[in-house]
């Protein structure tokens, strides 16, 4: 695992000897084995590693949906491991965006109103400013002129651009996304690197889980798992 931290910069994220296994008939498997990371603001982070290697299951214990078997994960000094789900959940509202790789987009509603249930889920936003945020958020990612549109009727990209646009809907300091252009196009996925890059550039912090070939980059470092 390349796990170089840049110089002079305090870690946002901090995994300490993290292990995540499973009981099966023919023993216990290991998802992650003490794995120990670190991670500061503004990084642009790629985990890469073969099927099976432990991508979505280190990206899910760094967002808090998973919970590690043993060792320590600590967001801004807060060890999530000492967390209630209850707590868990309002503070992954307000501090992680997720992209995923099948969009979960809620398929009855619009693209607008999307993005207005994930405000809405946390009160991090006042109302009064919310639909302002939203139309910022989609002139963000491109994608104004769908905002009333659903799901079903965007394409491809167009609905990973309304992730996006979710993901950042509270304003997180960190995105994390499960391989967000693996069902794009390489044109379509190359719009999105930008679109992250840009996000990295304005402070956020994002790492993504890839498959692709990670040789010439804009990551600023990645992450390789065994």
Request: hydrophobic content about 40%; aromatic content about 6%.
């Amino acid at each position: 695992m390349k796990n170089q931290l840049p110089e002079n910069k305090e870690p946002i994220i901090k995994m300490k000897e993290v292990s995540r296994w499973y009981e099966s008939s023919s023993g216990r498997f290991y998802a992650l084995r003490n794995m120990s990371l670190e991670i500061t603001c503004g990084e642009y982070i790629a985990v890469t590693g073969k099927s099976g290697s432990g991508k979505s299951t280190l990206l899910n214990i760094l967002a808090g949906i998973d919970h590690p078997d043993s060792g320590e994960v600590s967001f801004s000094g807060k060890t999530l491991n000492e967390m209630s789900e209850t707590f868990l959940s309002a503070w992954r509202g307000k501090s992680i965006g997720i992209v995923f790789q099948f969009f979960q987009l809620m398929p009855t509603l619009s693209i607008r109103e999307n993005i207005l249930l994930a405000m809405d889920f946390t009160g991090k936003i006042p109302s009064k400013e919310k639909e302002e945020r939203v139309k910022t958020l989609l002139d963000r990612v491109g994608i104004t002129a769908q905002a009333d549109k659903l799901p079903s009727s965007l394409s491809g990209g167009e609905q990973q651009r309304a992730a996006i646009a979710r993901a950042l809907a509270n304003d997180p300091p960190v995105i994390v996304a499960d391989e967000p252009t693996g069902n794009l196009d390489s044109s379509t996925a190359a719009s999105v690197h930008e679109l992250f890059t840009s996000l990295v550039n304005d402070g956020k912090t994002v790492i993504v889980v890839t498959h692709e070939n990670v040789a010439g980059s804009d990551f600023g470092r990645i992450v390789s798992l065994k």
